[in-house]
């Protein structure tokens, strides 16, 4: 089933190239965890949480990184995160079948997801939940494009900080608000120089008034370098 499997150890996971298993690539539970430079693709569909890379660390360790992998054609999710906390930056994550990142029961600490590029998904993110007053989740300077929805947020305690990200070229939802806090999408490169076209776009109290507003003026107006 899976090629990594960790259970109350402290891996470094660095410089493998994981493919074709048939369920994660990497699974990891009840252990802090590094997981960087690895090549994880083409692993199969078996779960609901199959993924390239899955964690659950439950022990809310606070320095878990996941950096410099390219997770490519996994037929879930790229990397699924549940119950834990994690940095996770210049990662590619890209056509894997439904998410690119899949977070859910974020605990109470900061987490940062930054300088990624996340392609060709049906959501580039999916946020389920973020269960503490305490928890941060920062969602910075991230290359967003060719997804079908860039963002899908469901019921977070608190909300995300979604900042000096590039979203371009995507088909149906920049964000898909499903909860009923307000977001903010301000200061971000959403794909277009008209408010109409990015509205058009986000789904928000205007379509449903059970769920919050997203505010999205100002925005930049060309892509951050």
């Known amino acids: 089933n899976w090629i990594l499997q960790t259970l109350q150890n402290y891996p470094n996971i660095d410089s493998n190239i994981i493919q074709t298993n048939s369920d994660a690539g990497i699974y990891i539970e009840f252990s802090a965890y590094f997981i960087g430079r690895n090549i994880i693709s083409d692993n199969i569909f078996a779960s609901s949480k199959s993924a390239g890379i899955y964690c659950n660390d439950k022990l809310y360790s606070d320095n878990n ?6 997770v490519s054609n996994n037929k879930n999710y ?26 859910i029961n974020c605990a109470s600490a900061t987490m940062t997801i930054s300088n990624n590029q996340i392609t060709d998904h049906k959501y580039a993110l999916d946020i389920f ?13 991230n290359y967003i494009f060719n997804n079908s929805n860039a963002f899908q947020i469901y019921s977070p305690v608190r ?9 371009d070229n995507i088909s149906n939802k920049i964000i898909d608000n499903l909860s009923s806090n307000n977001i ?3 200061l971000n490169y959403l794909g277009s120089l ?3 076209d990015i509205s058009s776009k986000i789904n928000d109290y ?19 370098s």
């Open 65 to 70: 990184i996941i950096s410099e992998n390219i």
């Open 78 to 103: 790229g990397v699924y995160l549940d119950n834990t906390v994690c940095t996770i930056y210049k990662n590619i994550l890209t056509n894997n079948l439904n998410s690119g990142l899949y977070l």
């Open 129 to 141: 939940a973020i269960i503490s007053f305490s928890s941060l989740l920062n969602i910075e300077n």
């Open 159 to 167: 909300i995300p900080v979604i900042k000096y990200n590039n979203i």
């Open 184 to 186: 903010d999408l301000r």
């Open 194 to 196: 008209k408010s109409s």
């Open 206 to 224: 205007k379509t449903n008034n059970n769920i919050g507003t997203v505010y999205f003026i100002p925005y930049f107006d060309k892509t951050i």
